[in-house]
């Protein structure tokens, strides 16, 4: 893009002035150059207690313990959405690495 070109050039210059007035208290290039250093996190780190998961009876008790952290307020029906949605995507590699088990030892059976 043209502007795109035209800005390259500049860059390190707008940049200077950025700071400058960051600096010089203007408080909207202050946010500006605070932004670039400092990026707004999309999420954050969620901590509440689950269960140890190994198999899926142990899912559907991590899935209750998700669902009762939301209940109380400890994290927010989004987050236990993701995290929901997290723990399925373990449940299914926990489902196909039985599956794997489950097929060698049939594998492995003498054919009668």
């Given at each position: 893009?043209?502007?795109?070109a035209i800005?390259?050039?500049?860059?390190?210059e707008l940049t200077r002035k950025a700071i400058e007035l960051a600096?010089?208290?203007?408080?909207?290039?202050?946010?500006?150059?605070l932004e670039?250093?400092?990026p707004a996190r999309r999420d954050k780190p969620v901590n509440f207690d689950l269960p140890p998961i190994e198999t899926?009876?142990?899912a559907?008790?991590?899935?209750g313990a998700i669902l009762a952290?939301?209940?109380r307020g400890e994290i927010s029906p989004s987050e236990g959405t993701e995290a929901a949605r997290l723990l399925e995507?373990?449940?299914k590699t926990l489902e196909t690495a039985e599956f794997e088990r489950r097929l060698a030892a049939l594998e492995r059976r003498p054919i009668k």
């Open positions: 893009m043209a502007a795109e800005l390259d050039g500049e860059s390190e600096k010089g208290g203007d408080t909207t290039a202050l946010r500006l150059c670039r250093l400092i899926a009876d142990d559907a008790k991590a899935m952290a939301v209940a995507g373990y449940v």
